[in-house]
Nanobody, 115 residues
Framework: QVQLVESGGGLVQPGGSLRLSCTAS????????MGWYRQPPGKQRELVAV???????NSAASVKGRFTISRDNAKNTVYLQMNSVKPEDTAVYYC?????????WGQGTQVTVSS
């Protein structure tokens, strides 16, 4: 059974930093495109950032220059470094693993930005 386990969420003050981690129990992790998505309260899930199997990066305009996605294939882990966070970054953050017809989601981790 494939599992994606997110960690690192919590309460952070505006302007602060947080690092999310997602570890995947999949074989051939390096073949997967890995992404972070988020779902703000009362809104639809949206893309935050993606890192492909070839290490190409893409991120939402709202987080460019503040959030950085990276991966460690030796640890089957993808990270999201969140800097200069804003109240509008408050959401449940989900990890996604995608390869061909395979698509897996984590259970989500809550990030709350508030003073």
């Amino acid at each position: 059974q494939v599992q994606l386990v997110e960690s690192g969420g919590g309460l952070v003050q505006p302007g602060g930093s947080l690092r999310l981690s997602c570890t995947a129990s999949v074989s051939m992790f390096s073949m997967y495109d890995m992404g972070w998505y988020r779902q703000p309260p009362g809104k639809q899930r949206e893309l935050v950032a993606v890192i492909t199997s070839g290490n190409r990066l893409n991120s939402a305009a709202s987080v460019k220059g503040r959030f950085t996605i990276s991966r460690d294939n030796a640890k089957n882990t993808v990270y999201l470094q969140m800097n200069s966070v804003k109240p509008e970054d408050t959401a449940v953050y989900y990890c996604n693993a995608h390869w061909a017809a395979l698509d897996y989601w984590g259970q989500g981790t809550q990030v709350t930005v508030s003073s």
